[in-house]
């Protein structure tokens, strides 16, 4: 018996979404020192709707199936709702990940969140930093004030 399920092998193997957006309207980078793992997420925003998401990931298969997966189920949402993804929603649309795993799909939220605040400060538009709850204890390359 695998530890993974079939879609977790199938994004693995076929991730979606993979790339960089050169003219990205934000991108959110985190990772896992415990782990190894680095995840980047660009983003392309058109009337506050994802219309392009792509990712770049370092690391295992758990997590570069973890950022595909994101990846197909913000795409072509709003902004607000993509800020809204769980790395619960993750693993379970993933059919699960093994307990020693889930940080992957935590850094997919994350990734997700600093990708769409780096947007928001690029931009200048006024957030709540309660938005981005994955990101409290992350840690991005702007800082608090977006420099």
Do not use: W
């Not at 990712?55 to 709702?81: D, R």
């Amino acid at each position: 018996m695998s530890l993974y399920s079939e879609k977790v092998m199938d994004h693995f193997r076929n991730p979606r979404n993979v790339g960089v957006i050169e003219d990205a309207d934000g991108v959110g980078e985190v990772g896992n020192a415990k782990c190894g793992d680095i995840m980047k997420m660009y983003i392309k925003v058109e009337n506050d709707i994802l219309v392009d998401v792509k990712f770049e990931t370092f690391g295992c298969g758990s997590a570069i199936a973890s950022s595909s997966m994101a990846t197909e189920m913000i795409k072509g949402k709003p902004l607000k709702e993509a800020l809204l993804l769980t790395n619960k929603a993750v693993t379970e649309t993933l059919d699960g990940l093994p307990a020693h795993k889930l940080h992957c799909s935590v850094l997919a939220e994350e990734a997700v969140q600093a990708a769409v605040r780096d947007y928001y400060q690029r931009n200048n538009i006024p957030y709540d930093e309660k938005d981005f709850p994955a990101l409290d204890h992350a840690h991005d390359t702007h800082g608090e004030d977006g420099q």
